[in-house]
Nanobody, 115 residues
């Protein structure tokens, strides 16, 4: 069964950094692009970043471009999101998934950015 386990969230102040991790299993990891998503309080889940299967190319939503970096380790079936200069609007639950997405989604990891 496909499984995603996100970790690394926490409560930080504006301007600080976090590195999120996602452990994927139940499929051939290197066969799929991977994505990170954010579900902010009271909002729909939104796409943040994508990384290609070999990890040689990535794309970002305008809201995070220049502040986050997605990476992956195909040997460990892991995908990461390095988040710098965090802002209060980055608060929410972060999820990873493959693309095209699979069910079920993971439990996500909570990030709270506040003073």
């Amino acid at each position: 069964q496909v499984q995603f386990v996100e970790s690394g969230g926490g409560s930080v102040q504006p301007g600080e950094s976090l590195r999120l991790s996602c452990a994927a299993s139940g499929f051939t990891f290197s066969d799929f692009a991977m994505r990170w998503y954010l579900q902010a309080p009271g909002k729909e889940r939104e796409w943040l970043a994508t990384i290609t299967r070999p990890g040689t190319s990535s794309a970002y939503a305008d809201s995070v471009k220049g502040r986050v970096t997605i990476s992956r380790d195909n040997d460990k079936n892991m995908v990461y999101l390095q988040m710098d200069n965090l802002k209060p609007e980055d608060t929410g639950v972060y999820y990873c998934n493959r693309f095209p997405p699979a069910q079920p989604w993971g439990q996500g990891t909570q990030v709270t950015v506040s003073t």
